[in-house]
Every structure is written in C-alpha cells, then in structure tokens.
C-alpha cells in the first residue's frame, strides 16, 4: 500500500506542470476517481488549508491525502512520492546543462530566456495581486515589504513574521477591510 | 559536512517560511544567494526557467536545481528534504485540527497580512531578475553612455511577451513553457 501510494505520487509529480492550479485536475483523476482515498470535498479542503501551510502547496496536498489513506508513515511516503521525478529530472538536466553553459548560443539563449522569467513573474504577480491586495492596509504592507525588501538585505522571515503578527493587529484594531 | 548541514538548513528555513506556493521561494534563493555565494544571480534566474519548464513543482525544481549547483546529486537529494520536511512535520500536526484550523480568526488573520508580504517579497525578487535580464549596469559603468544601459533587443522581446501573455486571447492560456522555448529560438536567432 506504501508502494502504491508512492508510484501515485510520483505519477502525480510528473504530470504536475508549475504546480499550484495545475495540480487539482490530476488530483481528482488519480486520488478520486482512480483510488477514491479522498471525496473531492476533502480534496478541496486540503488544497485549501495547503495553501495557507507553510511550503510547497503540492508537497502538503500529497502529506494530507497520504496520512489520510496510511497515517504518518503513508503522509512522509506521499510527499516524497510527489518530489522523487522533480529530483531525478532536474538533477539530469542540471548536469547537462552545466556541461553546455560555455556555448554561445545556449547563453543566447539563456540571455533571452531570463527576459522570458522576468514577464512570467510579472504575470504571477499581477494574478496573486486581486486576492492578496484587497484594502488600503494590506497595500501598505505590499509597498513596506517590497521597498525595504528591495533597498535593505534583510532576511525575507523577518518580512514573514513581522506581516503575520501585522495581519493579526490591523484584525484585531479593525483597521481591515478599510 | 558541513556544506550539507548549512544547505538543508538553508531550504529546511525557506520550506518553513514561504508561504503560498512555489514562487514564495524566490525571494528566499535570492538571499541564499547573496548570503552563501553559492550560485549567482544570473544562475538563479536560468533555474527559473528551467523549473518552470519541467514536470514537478516549481518550488521542488528550483531547491533541488540549487542543491545540485551547490553540492551535486547529494546536495539535490538533501535541498529537497530540507524543502518538504516543515511541510510534512506542519501538515502532519495541523491534519488533526484540520476544521479548527481553517476557521481559526488568529490564523485567518495571519493570513490577510502573509499574502501581501508575499507579493511583495516575489516583485522585489522578480525585479532583481529585470536588473539582469534588461540592463547592463557593466557595460553602463564602463562606458558611461545612457544608450548602453539598456539591453534593446531584451526591451524589445519583454514588451513583445508581454502582449502575447496578457492581450492576446487565445496565447494567453498557453503553458509558461512554451514561451520559454519560443524565448530560447529568438535568443539564438538574433544573437542575445
């Protein structure tokens, strides 16, 4: 049963492109339709809470289904499943690419790619944006966290804590929403 | 040792603190980055693109990209477990209290500051990418002419994407990895 749950995830993690979203319709295909170890109700909650964990979304997703269907054991072994092809692909191209970095033409390609990520990061910034920015309070945060981030070398957890205890505050003085 | 011990705690920190998916580790390499010297910027930015472009999550990707960078196939190994193991460990506790967990105000609330210190921890990130990838300070420094400063052919590819990722309709859909790709043929063609 561990075996199985590991293969699930590691087919999981293959089929998983970027993450995030991408991820729950390959949930619903294999944990509910295929295995039914979690309703799609259940499926949600976890993605849900997984999004508001700390960590990678897919990884708490997989700890979630996997401790739900074989206890602890079986949530170490699901999220491991769902990291092992991300391991054994990269660490192959890793070394590939290392090999072929002198090129020209793979650092003109490189050159233009990164042109590529800095859009692709625009793009995520603008989609996170709507859900994460909904007031006047939490903009002041967004603006106070990228400028001091931008100008100061700060470590980003003391950004992490300080909004956590912040979120807190401005809740509880009634400042949200405002 | 040591270098495995220092990487694990490195990614072991940045599973525990980045919150809400796998562009929430950015800002964390960022400053391994600056911190241990073990890969540059300009390496940080080539992982991006080629953990978006393979399967598994970008998060994952990106911690074993690095561990490999740093420490070889043992450093890829040990980035991605010190990555998933706050992750497992949280999980694993909060999956008891799941219902009292989600309505929680305190966590609730927590939250509503957490995900804008993300965005903002992600843009100032993303903008050190732009630093690299449409300007060349070195060049600027040297030579001293305004013109030099900006990277024309890399101005004028970011504009182009950005219409075709935001306006036309049915590109816009499309999966990052094919504008990657498209990105790499134009890279090579006109000499980046």
């Not at chain 2, 993303?126 to 030099?148: N, Y």
Request: glycine share 10%.
């Amino acid at each position: 049963m561990l075996w199985q749950l590991f293969i699930t995830f590691a087919r999981i993690g293959v089929m998983t492109f970027g993450g995030g979203y991408a991820m729950i319709p390959i949930l619903e295909r294999e944990i509910v339709d295929r295995h039914g170890w979690a309703s799609s109700e259940e499926l949600m909650d976890y993605y849900a809470v997984g999004q508001c964990t700390p960590g990678i979304i897919a990884v708490n997703t997989a700890t979630f289904i996997g401790r739900k269907h074989g206890g602890t054991l079986g949530g170490i072994i699901a999220s491991l499943g769902v990291v092992f092809p991300s391991v054994v692909i990269i660490t192959v191209i890793a070394g590939i690419l290392t090999n072929f970095a002198e090129i020209p033409a793979v650092q003109s390609a490189f050159a233009a790619i990164r042109v590529c990520v800095c859009v692709l990061i625009f793009n995520a910034v603008v989609k996170l944006w709507k859900a994460a920015v909904p007031d006047k309070a939490a903009l002041i945060l967004f603006l106070l966290v990228f400028l001091l981030s931008l100008f100061f070398k700060l470590s980003p957890v003391i950004f992490v804590l300080f909004c956590a205890a912040a979120g807190i505050a401005l809740t509880q003085w009634g400042v949200r929403g405002k | 040792m040591i270098l495995y011990l220092r990487l694990f705690w490195e990614f072991f920190k940045t599973g525990l603190f980045a919150v809400g998916g796998g562009m929430a580790t950015l800002p964390f390499l960022y400053s391994m980055s600056e911190k241990t010297g073990w890969f540059t910027q300009s390496q940080l930015a080539d992982m991006i693109a080629v953990s978006e472009s393979t399967p598994g999550p970008i998060g994952v990707n990106m911690a074993t990209y690095v561990g490999f960078e740093t420490a070889g196939i043992p450093g890829s190994v040990i980035a991605t477990l010190g990555l998933v193991t706050p992750s497992i460990v949280v999980v694993l506790l909060i999956a008891r209290v799941l219902a009292a967990f989600r309505q929680n105000r305190y966590v609730d609330a927590a939250f509503y500051g957490l995900r804008p210190c993300s965005v903002g921890l992600i843009a100032a990130a993303g903008l050190l990418v732009v630093k690299i990838a449409l300007f060349d300070f070195d060049l600027f420094a040297v030579s001293g002419q305004i013109a030099d400063l900006f990277r024309w052919k890399a101005l004028a590819l970011a504009a182009l994407l950005l219409v075709l990722t935001r306006w036309v309709k049915p590109l816009k859909k499309l999966h990052p990895v094919f504008f990657i790709l498209g990105s790499a043929l134009v890279g090579v063609l006109f000499r980046f």
